[in-house]
T-cell receptor, first 117, second 114 residues
Framework: EADICQTPRYLVIGTGKKITLECSQT?????MYWYQQDPGMELHLIHY???????EKGDLSSESTVSRIRTEHFPLTLESARPSHTSQYLC????????????????FGPGTRLTVT | KNQVEQSPQSLIILEGKNCTLQ??????????LRWYKQDTGRGPVSLTI?????NTKSNGRYTATLDADTKQSSLHITASQLSDSASYIC?????????????FGRGTQLTVWP
């Protein structure tokens, strides 16, 4: 199993605050992703990175920004949190699957549940 | 439009019973289909990945099938346990993208009662 850590696991914050959600992986994976997921809904890709100094926006428009200064670290930042940002944020990385050789597997972190009041 | 549809939306079964979850997709081109298990408040965990040439794949009590012609997949859970209570997500990957674009279904919420 991949080892992907996300902190904090839960965050309740007031409107207008700046927050950074942390994500780190120890597998040396080049590709990393951020997804947003609301209850009962599908995951939506909001950011991805092919490697250091590479970041791209995903399918779902997001006011958040990301950075990739180190391979293992892919933090997500909201400059001014709003109630509409309340959601679960999942970080993932991908690498060759150990179980299904030759196929890229996505490994997910435990998620950060963000509530903006 | 590339889509992944899952049914049923939710399902309640008694411990020890079997169940089958369905996934229909319109993603094209097709590379592979994945089933993930997502416990409440956790990230998804991969159960199986099937490529175009595979019809069935098992992982313990989980057996996935794929019919690439009709673009349908199923996940069969045998002898359910309380720990099987989770959301099961069908994910399809397209071909020709260096990112390996993933299309997610909304999941089937399975509840196993004692």
């Amino acid at each position: 199993e991949a080892d992907i850590c996300q902190t904090p696991r839960y965050l309740v914050i007031g409107t207008g605050k700046k927050i950074t959600l942390e994500c780190s992986q120890t597998m040396g994976h080049d590709k990393m992703y951020w997804y947003q997921q609301d209850p009962g809904m599908e995951l939506h890709l909001i950011h991805y990175s092919y490697g250091v100094n590479s970041t791209e926006k995903g399918d779902l428009s997001s006011e958040s920004t990301v950075s990739r200064i180190r391979t293992e670290h892919f933090p997500l930042t909201l400059e001014s949190a709003r109630p509409s940002h309340t959601s679960q944020y999942l970080c993932a990385s991908s690498g060759i699957s150990v179980r299904d050789r030759g196929i890229y597997e996505q490994y997910f972190g435990p998620g950060t549940r963000l509530t903006v009041t | 439009k590339n889509q992944v549809e899952q049914s049923p939306q939710s399902l309640i079964i008694l411990e020890g019973k079997n169940c089958t979850l369905q996934c229909n997709y319109t993603v094209s081109p097709f590379s592979n289909l994945r089933w993930y298990k997502q416990d409440t408040g956790r990230g998804p965990v991969s159960l199986t990945i099937m490529t175009f040439s595979e019809n069935t794949k098992s992982n313990g009590r989980y057996t996935a099938t794929l019919d690439a012609d009709t673009k349908q997949s199923s996940l069969h859970i045998t002898a359910s346990q309380l720990s099987d209570s989770a959301s099961y997500i069908c994910v399809v990957s397209d071909r020709g993208s260096t990112l390996g674009r993933l299309y997610f279904g909304r999941g089937t919420q399975l509840t196993v009662w004692p």
